[in-house]
């Protein structure tokens, strides 16, 4: 039986987690039945300020592939609350790259991609509520009036001197801002949220901002306001909103959760949600060797030239490694076999690019490159002659067909299929010594040959190996197999081969921990990343679409690149070689 048919059976039920647990407890208890809505409904966050990445990756698979486990749906929602950094280009590459990962926010005909800016008008009578009700006020410190009385961890701050101003007053200033009568930080909106006030343990209810002015553009809402809600105001709203049920984030938000729920169970109690309001739950975000993730260091690579953009194919975004040519499944892959918990790891990079060989091994079509040519000439092969050789598609699914590939006196092969002096063990290509013969060896899909000598450049480097071939011993003709020989390499007619350029990445950085303790991670640059070649492949490649993914045998993974590939021209990248060569170093 074939892979193909093995892999048409039902997916293996995925491995439990501690999210699949609560969810499978609230499902038990009943907690989210509420009529025409699913049990679940979860939601990926993204602020429209940057490009996403493998880490966001592993949450999209989380709450993406949670909703779609358990038949409910996660929602696509722009938290777009800081207008100077945000932009619509962001927002367009984001809804690409999560739908390219393989996932959607459709659910009966319903587009569920909200942005947090929709909520603009809510959110704002939200506060004014929170101000009437004595939950809210505005202060009129400075803003290094603020950071000094704010105190430190451990250390209790300093109340506002306008904590008990009248909710009146409080109300009034709020409109004002609203109306665009003070400049940026001169009011600003706090929660007021215990008596504990700016002693309260834990800094993120110390009175926390809820609203700021900023005189600045948004690129959706215009220059409809001045006043913009905080992340931590937003966020919990924005959930309550939508209806979410589970609330999944990553550990540093462990912090923000008393205020979700304060904020939330107020609001509530002021009328604005039913009960059960949203629960908020955090796992541990994604940390992968020989990266660096943060989107200010992304950007860093970006704007000082060090990589070519965003899409640079060894750039851990999601627009990179599509364009290194990593596919949807083998990131799904990936995330599964990481699994999710609340343990901060190191997943090695060597596991992303495992899943990615994992995915692409039974798919990808094979193809014969010559990355390194040393010309062969067979001297007693009829110049002019072309033979036909076929080869599989590829070798485990004889269904996919045959593909042919001509054969001729001038071949290219690998400069390191030839020694000059073979060392002990060496099968390939090396030339009579004494009374020793030549080697014998098969070219692929080809014939036997024997080597007879080779010719040296001015510069001392080899120009051209010279064999003889055995007309008899044709693969897959009858005989064929009675010359036994040791070395079998890839070969490629030097008359017909397609000339291509090959783009041979490599691991962006030399260090598994490229940032740790704050050093300059630009030190741990990878010289070697990106090697450009002229290659020469078997002429049916010419066909290439971008995007197409093969195996160059005893190379790797290849895949034509989608920006600059043209018709009849591909361009290739190197997914990644065949096994691991990072390991033991
Ligand atoms: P910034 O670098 O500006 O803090 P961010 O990476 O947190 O940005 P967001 O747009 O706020 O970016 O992230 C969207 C979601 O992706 C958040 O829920 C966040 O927790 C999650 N996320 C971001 N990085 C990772 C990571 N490395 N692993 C898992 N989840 C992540
Ligand atoms: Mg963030």
Known sequence: MSNEKNKAAPAPAPPANFLRNIIDQDLAAGTYVRAGLPPVITRFPPEPNGYLHIGHAKSICVNFGLARDYQGRCHLRFDDTNPEKEDTEYVDTIIDSVKWLGFSWEQQGTEHLHYASDYFEQLYHMAEYLITSGHAYVDSQSAEEMQKNRGNFGAAGTNSPFRNRPAAESLALFRDMKAGKYKDGEHIVRAKISEDGMASPNMNMRDPAIYRIRH??????????????????????????????????????????????????????????????????????LNLTYLVMSKRKLRQLVDEGIVSGWDDPRMPTLVGLRRRGYTPEAIQLFCERIGVSKADAWIDMSTLEGSLRDDLDPKAPRATAVLRPLKLIIDNFPAGLSVACTSPVHPHFPERGLRTFPITRELWIEQDDFMEVPSKGYFRFFPPSGDAPGSRVRLRHGYVVECTGYDKAADGSVAAVHVNYFEDSKSGTEGSNTYKVKGNIHWVSAATALEAEVRLYDRLFTEANPDAGGKDFKAALNPNALEVITAYLEPGMSATLPDQRFQFERHGYFVADRVDSVPGKPVFNRVTTLKDSWVAK
């Open 216 to 285: 600045a553009h948004h690129h959706r809402t215009g220059d409809a306001w001045c006043i913009y809600p905080m992340y931590d105001y937003t966020h919990p709203i924005s959930d309550a909103l939508e209806q979410i049920t589970h609330s999944l984030c990553t550990l540093e938000f462990a912090d923000h959760r008393p205020f979700y729920d304060w904020l939330l169970a107020t609001l509530a109690e002021g009328g604005f949600f039913a009960q059960p309001v949203p629960r908020q739950y955090e796992f541990s975000r």
